[in-house]
């Protein structure tokens, strides 16, 4: 081998290596909002705020190592025919509160299930959870697959 190749393999592994190195750097500082959808909730003692309701609560936890402000958090269902319910459910206690999730911490909000399921009649597998931060990113409970088969945008 002569010195141009010698210099062009060592080249091409100190290229490789440093966009490893910037590959994990990458992986490791985003800031992933997880969001999870829990159902049948119920807040003790029942003389709270929330009373005596059952609840969605949507969590939103943040897995990165830099803090995220969600602005606000929802619902997404489907519309039906002949209805006017549909669409995004956004109550004014899902707002966020301007304070930031920080690293390995989340933040609960409610919705009153007894309304979102009985009222307007939606089951448990017709609706996804959201929740937006403040620079405009969107994050949701389900993959895109699956939003697509619980809003019934597929059939």
């Known amino acids: 081998m002569d010195s141009t190749t010698v210099l062009a393999m060592w080249g091409a592994l100190v290229s490789t ?3 490893g190195f910037e590959g ?3 992986y490791e500082g985003r800031s ?3 969001v999870m959808l829990k159902r ?3 807040v003790y003692p029942k003389t709270t705020q929330y009373g005596d309701k059952t609840y969605i609560v949507i969590t939103a936890a943040n897995r990165g190592k830099s803090p995220v402000y969600i602005s606000n958090a929802g619902m997404m269902v489907r519309k039906k025919p002949g209805s006017d319910a549909g ?3 956004a109550a004014d206690a899902m707002r966020g509160s301007g304070e930031p999730i920080l690293e390995g911490t989340g933040r609960d909000f409610f919705l009153d299930m ?5 009222k307007h009649g939606y089951g448990q597998n017709e609706y996804v959870a959201f929740v937006s931060d403040r620079t ?3 994050f ?3 993959n895109w697959f699956q939003r697509l088969i619980r809003t019934r945008k597929l059939q």
Do not use: C, Q, W
């Open 17 to 19: 290596a440093l966009a």
């Open 24 to 26: 994990a750097k990458f």
């Open 32 to 34: 992933p909002v997880v």
């Open 40 to 42: 049948n909730m119920k």
């Open 87 to 89: 669409g995004f459910i």
């Open 114 to 118: 007894e309304d979102l399921e009985k």
């Open 136 to 138: 405009g990113r969107t």
């Open 140 to 142: 949701y409970s389900h």
